[in-house]
Structure formats: structure tokens, C-alpha cells
């Protein structure tokens, strides 16, 4: 199977190491990478971890045109007010009827059920079980094993650069030390501001509505607000009292529509949701029939996320 990437950085290296440890298994192969700095690169036998980027090949379509994949991996940054150029990125693909996957929730959180549509006029498969919570499984939870269940609502702890951070202030080192530890670990966002005031999280929180509450909504509709106004002092006063913070998702479904909010939320440190150590995330899925039932990731990482590419794409090999 022959993969395009758009974007290489934490997560397409993260991925392309995935990859070459598990050839002998999954014979897919990367024919052409695409990046915004570096250019592009081709090679239809399969690109090496450190490729030999040319000058970039645009439009987007004419760089799909000469790598001629089977699927098309969309790994730009998150754009959380419009999702592009992501969106623009999975119509070109969709359009020459490559398949896709996508680790960037911008297009799930703004675009989901216009670009499942033009998936199914293509032909082709849309994946992208590793925008929420890395490669644990979320999307494919609902899909394999809750048939006939009705997602009425949920709450998550979905980003892992505010628990590194909330964590290091909580020792009394400042907000930047705590971003510079969470960056050096390749988690956050390529802006990492957008971490801090709950983008990414709001991000998520649309996505995880759009697909599982069929919302269709926005980042924009989730009443966001983030950690930035938390201290050291703050976090330490409130660790005398055996509590903590942590930026919660939630969701819910009211008669006027589905209400989302994340929120910065002082927890006592036993709280279920406060007690996931380290990166973990947690999500809580409160359902019709099998009331709440949950996932939790320990301590991921970007391998995890380049496990929730390679997820989709284990799926996507199987019916081609
Ligand atoms: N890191 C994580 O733990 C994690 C977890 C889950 C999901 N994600 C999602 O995965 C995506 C990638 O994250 P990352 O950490 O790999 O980001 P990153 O390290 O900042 O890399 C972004 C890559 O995208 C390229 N790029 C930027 N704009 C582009 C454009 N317009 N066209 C083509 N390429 C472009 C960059 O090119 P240059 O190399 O030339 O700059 C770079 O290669 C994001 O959407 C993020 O939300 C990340």
C-alpha cells in the first residue's frame, strides 16, 4: 500500500519510525512526503526516515498527482478557527479518490459531515481515530462495540500539554517550563498557546460531537476557556487542600441542541478524572444503553498517535 503524507514533523516521523519496525508484517510504503518549509519528496519504493526533500511541488493535487498513493495521511498543524488548510488538503485527496487519514481534528471539528459525504461519493474511506486521545480507541470503541448505542453526552480529559503543565506548576515551575517540558516531549500543538487556552481541547470536544452526537458544530460554538490564568501559587494552595486542576471536556445533549464546554475545573485529587497520571487522557461516554463507559490512555505519547494512523490504516489495507 503506497502513503502520501502532508506534514512530517512529531507525528509523520513518529509514524514513518512505526513503519519501518513494522514492514516485515505491513508492507506499506511512504512515496511521497509533503511539507511546508522543506518542500516535497518522492520515491515509489519507499522514502527512507531522513528523505531528501526537493523544491515543493503545489498545488496539492498536482503533489498527490506524482506520488500516486493509495492513501493520503493529512498531518498539518491544527488550525482551530477554520481547519484549513486541511480541509482544502482531504478534498484534493478525496476528489483524485485516495483514501484518507487524518491525525488533524480541524477537519473533523469544522467539516465532518460535508467531508464524510464527499467521502462516499468518492468511494473511499475517511479514518481519523487519532484526533481524539492518540490511538486509544474512541471512534472505533463506538463503531465495533456499542452497536445501537445513542452517545447522549461525555466528558474527557483530552489534552496532555495542560496536564504537563498543570503538573510542573503544581511543583512551582512556571507555565513556560512547563510548555518547554511538554514541547521537548512533542505533544503540543505546533503553537502551543493553542493548548493553553483550550483550542485543542475545544477542538476535540467539537469533533467527538460532530461524529458521535452528529452535532455539526464548530470549535467556535464550545465555550471555551483555558488554563492561562492558572499560577504556581494557585495550583500550590489548592494542593495543601488535595486538589487540583484539570481542562475538562464536557457535552451534552439538551432540548435546544448539544451543549459543549471545556473548562479549567478544580477537582478534588481522588476525582476519577484528576487521578490519570502524567500525559493520560480519559474519556467518559454517557450513552442510552450502556449508561457511562469510558477509555483511558496511560502516559501517550506521539508513538501513540503514530499507532492511531497506523490503526486506520491496518483497517483501510483490509479492503482494498
Ligand atoms: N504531536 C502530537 O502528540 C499529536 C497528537 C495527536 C494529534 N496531533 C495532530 O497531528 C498534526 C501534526 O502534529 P505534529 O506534532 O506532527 O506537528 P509539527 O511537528 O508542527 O509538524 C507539522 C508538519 O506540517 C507541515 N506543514 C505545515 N503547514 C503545511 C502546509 N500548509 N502544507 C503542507 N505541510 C505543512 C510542516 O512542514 P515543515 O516541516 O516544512 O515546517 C511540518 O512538517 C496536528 O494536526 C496535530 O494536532 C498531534
Known amino acids: 500500500m503506497r502513503l502520501a503524507l502532508i506534514g512530517y514533523g512529531n507525528v509523520g516521523k513518529a509514524f514513518a519510525r512505526l513503519l519501518a519496525e513494522q514492514r516485515s508484517r505491513f508492507p506499506f510504503r511512504i512515496a511521497g512526503i509533503h511539507t511546508a518549509r522543506h518542500g516535497s519528496a518522492f520515491d515509489q519504493r519507499g522514502l527512507p526516515l531522513e528523505p531528501q526533500f526537493g523544491p515543493a511541488v503545489t498545488p496539492i493535487a498536482e503533489f498527490l498527482g506524482r506520488a500516486r498513493p493509495d492513501v493520503v495521511i493529512e498531518i498539518t498543524p491544527l488550525e482551530p478557527a477554520t481547519g484549513e488548510p486541511a480541509i482544502s488538503h482531504i478534498r484534493a485527496a478525496f476528489e483524485q479518490h485516495k483514501h484518507v487519514v487524518t491525525a488533524n481534528k480541524g477537519p473533523i471539528a469544522h467539516a465532518y459531515s460535508a467531508l464524510r459525504q464527499d467521502a462516499e461519493r468518492a468511494g473511499v474511506q475517511f479514518r481519523f481515530e487519532s484526533t481524539v486521545m492518540d490511538g486509544a480507541p474512541v471512534y472505533n470503541m463506538v463503531r465495533n462495540n456499542l452497536p445501537g448505542v445513542k452517545v447522549l453526552g461525555f466528558t474527557g480529559v483530552l489534552n496532555s500539554t495542560s496536564k504537563v503543565v498543570i503538573a510542573a506548576m503544581r511543583e512551582g515551575r512556571t507555565m513556560e517550563e512547563g510548555v518547554e517540558e511538554a514541547r521537548q516531549m ?84 481522588t476525582d476519577l478524572l484528576a487521578c490519570v497520571p502524567g500525559t493520560s487522557n480519559l474519556l467518559l461516554l454517557h450513552t442510552d444503553l450502556m449508561g457511562t463507559v469510558g477509555t483511558i490512555s496511560i502516559s501517550p505519547g506521539v508513538s501513540q498517535t503514530a499507532y492511531g494512523i497506523f490503526s486506520d490504516l491496518v483497517d483501510i489495507s483490509k479492503t482494498l
Open 186 to 269: 512533542g505533544i503540543t500543538e505546533t503553537d502551543a498557546s493553542f493548548d493553553i487556552e483550550g483550542w485543542d481541547s475545544a477542538a476535540k470536544t467539537a469533533a467527538l460531537a460532530n461524529v458521535l452526537m452528529q452535532a455539526n458544530v464548530t470549535p467556535l460554538e464550545v465555550d471555551r476557556r483555558g488554563i492561562g490564568r492558572l499560577t504556581p501559587d494557585k495550583l500550590q494552595m489548592l494542593l495543601e487542600k488535595r486538589k487540583t486542576v484539570c481542562l475538562v471536556s464536557r457535552a451534552r445533549q439538551t432540548r435546544s441542541g448539544v451543549h459543549l464546554r471545556v473548562r479549567a475545573e478544580v477537582l478534588a485529587e
